[in-house]
């Protein structure tokens, strides 16, 4: 089936009150089997960390799990947080992901840590990881240890070493660098790779993103041409009514991010509804709600049309926020699924 424009999914496994890591696993999975039978483009898994409502923290692990039940659709990461990690670890990771599912993983790079400063200083104890400061050598790093031929090490000695991801590649992920900012456009657009605006962040920004990006591309063997696509948090339902109400519990969790109030659980959206806010949460909710996609499935089709056509991108990758009611299965995500079929259904 084929859908304008091209629908991909960005996954972050939210986990909701009373829900265990292995059901949250799990009901992603289902869905990213599920919009591998709608047609979706790619379904990608974000890093977070020590984040009570956020379970993908590994997006490697999640990759090769939604690879095993997938046959059509890309998989890969939205994006591996490369400050955390090692590049050769990284390059090998993905390497052996490709061997995987050959021709269908992706390795989307972001440069933000993904947590707190405690949790971000943990990732690094070991003294291998990556410095922000050389962000931009590592992601060069990354490339040239999943081609074929490999790295080369220069030894101040004079000497060197070559350094493989994988012993004998034939074929490898498609990098993609991610931010929403100015620095991660221009970076995309001088090392020559697709780029991806994280407009789900805030939605600010965009349109001067785009224009350093494409205005500035230096064209590689890979990828002649500029290359992107941008992210949206959106929510589809039978009902306007119902789609506003699945809305609520991902919508106080950030406003209570953004208030640094303690983290939760996802609230069910019975629990959303009984809880009042106050006044500086409302006018944050109230803000993001402006910038997502909530409607039926014609609605947001509608949305989403418009928006691609807007910013001249032949896909959009939704954040599926569709939050759950009490009685919904805790292993298993309706709205969400239900979501991707009301908007196959609405574009095809």
């Not at 304008?4 to 960005?10: C, E, F, K």
């Not at 890969?76 to 390497?95: D, K, T, Y």
């Not at 240890?145 to 004079?158: C, K, P, R």
């Not at 785009?210 to 039978?238: K, M, V, W």
């Amino acid at each position: 089936m084929s859908i304008s424009p091209a629908l991909s999914v960005l996954d972050l496994v939210p986990v909701r009150t009373g829900q265990s890591s292995a059901q949250a696993v799990a009901a992603s999975l289902a869905l990213a089997a599920r919009a591998d039978e709608l047609g979706f483009r790619r379904y990608w898994f974000a890093e977070h960390h020590n984040m009570p409502a956020v379970a993908s923290t590994t997006p490697p692990v999640l990759t090769a799990a939604a690879a095993a039940r997938t046959s059509r659709i890309r998989v890969g990461s939205g994006g591996v947080m490369l400050p955390n990690h090692s590049p050769l670890v990284v390059a090998e990771q993905f390497a052996a992901l490709e061997a995987l599912a050959p021709g269908r993983v992706d390795l989307g790079i972001g440069r933000a840590p993904g947590s707190d400063p405690v949790i971000t200083q943990l990732l690094r104890m070991s003294g291998t990881t990556s410095d922000v400061e050389r962000f931009p050598e590592h992601v060069r790093d990354i490339t040239r240890l999943l081609d074929a031929e490999g790295a080369t090490v220069q030894f101040t000695s004079g000497g060197t070493y070559d350094v493989h991801a994988t012993p004998a590649a034939d074929g490898a992920p498609e990098v993609w660098l991610l931010g929403s900012s100015d620095y991660s456009a221009q970076l995309a657009a001088s090392l020559g790779l697709p780029y991806v605006f994280a407009n789900h962040f805030s939605g600010e920004g965009l349109e001067r993103a785009l224009d350093l990006y494409r205005g500035q591309y230096q064209p590689s063997p890979r990828h002649p041409e500029p290359r992107t696509f941008l992210t949206a948090n959106a929510i589809a339902a039978p009902t306007h009514d119902e789609a506003e109400a699945r809305a609520l519990p991902q919508l106080r969790s950030m406003a209570r991010l953004r208030t640094n109030k303690a983290m939760q659980p996802l609230e069910t959206v019975e629990q959303a509804q009984a809880t009042p806010v106050d006044g500086m949460a409302q006018t944050i909710i109230d803000g993001m709600r402006a910038k997502w996609f909530v409607g039926t499935g014609d609605e947001v089709a509608a949305e989403l049309r418009a928006f691609a056509e807007r910013w001249d991108v032949d896909e959009v990758m939704i954040s599926p926020v569709a939050g759950s009611y009490e009685e919904e299965p805790m292993d298993a995500a309706p709205g969400r699924v239900r979501m991707l079929e009301l908007l196959t259904a609405a574009l095809g």
